[in-house]
């Protein structure tokens, strides 16, 4: 009798075990936002080449938080730049940014579907051998296509400004110059988040 015990006993530890084994991990994913920034006038001053009016355009991945007020917010954008000039020659060079900040969206009313948002971001670059730090602040508007959801979800509208110049060594035809601050814009949409099976780590 004793052994039927435990034998049963055993069973249903390994049958408890493989249903605990089995049962799926989630983990949640942000809401994230994917844009393009719309070519708008910038001034370049090239060294020893005067002044260029340029037209950065590029596309960026933005992490978007629940619908707090107040969330962190990072993300990754690249921009292509064309110069032609004298001294440079027609040339093309690019600007990678990794974007790290703070987020301020107003709340969800119900029935209403804009809601304002602003960000500031500590933008962390490089452009070919110029790595650079700058203070960035964007302002602008989400348009709310779905309601009903966890994560703000919609199109967005936005205006951004970068605060000091950037000192590049090389503008084009192996020139140096400065990029001026400027007004830019963009426009995207935030896709909303969701849950997703959480990989397990090998043992």
């Known amino acids: ?22 049962k799926p991990v989630y ?8 844009y393009m920034i719309m070519p708008t006038a910038q001034t370049l ?23 707090e007020t107040i969330t962190k917010t990072g993300g990754l954008q690249f921009q292509s730049i064309k110069v ?11 600007l990678f940014d ?14 209403k579907p804009f809601r304002f948002t602003a960000q500031a971001y500590a933008d962390l670059g490089l452009s070919d051998t110029t790595i650079y730090a700058a203070p960035m602040i964007s302002a602008g508007f989400l348009y709310t296509t ?10 967005t509208f936005d205006i951004f400004y ?4 950037l000192d590049l060594d090389n503008v084009g035809g192996g020139k140096s110059g ?24 090998a043992n």
């Not at 055993?10 to 408890?16: P, R, V």
């Not at 000039?85 to 060079?93: C, L, R, S, V």
């Not at 970068?162 to 110049?165: K, N, S, T, V």
């Open 178 to 201: 400065t990029l001026k601050p400027a007004l830019g814009f963009k426009i995207g949409y935030i896709f909303e988040g969701f849950w997703t099976v959480k990989e397990k780590s």
């Open 27 to 34: 983990k949640w994913m942000a809401a994230n936002e994917y």
């Open 98 to 111: 990794l974007l790290l900040g703070m987020e301020f969206m107003t709340p969800k009313v119900q029935g």
């Open 84 to 94: 032609d000039n004298p001294h440079t020659g027609k040339d093309t060079f690019y």
């Open 1 to 22: 009798m004793k052994n039927t015990l435990l034998f049963f006993a055993a069973i249903f530890s390994s049958s408890f075990a493989l249903a605990a084994e089995s």
């Open 45 to 67: 001053n090239i060294s020893g080449g005067g002044s260029e009016s340029v037209k950065p355009w590029g596309f960026g991945f933005r992490a978007v938080g629940n619908n």
């Open 146 to 155: 779905k309601e009903f959801t966890d994560t703000p979800t919609g199109l």
């Open 162 to 165: 970068r605060l000091i110049d």
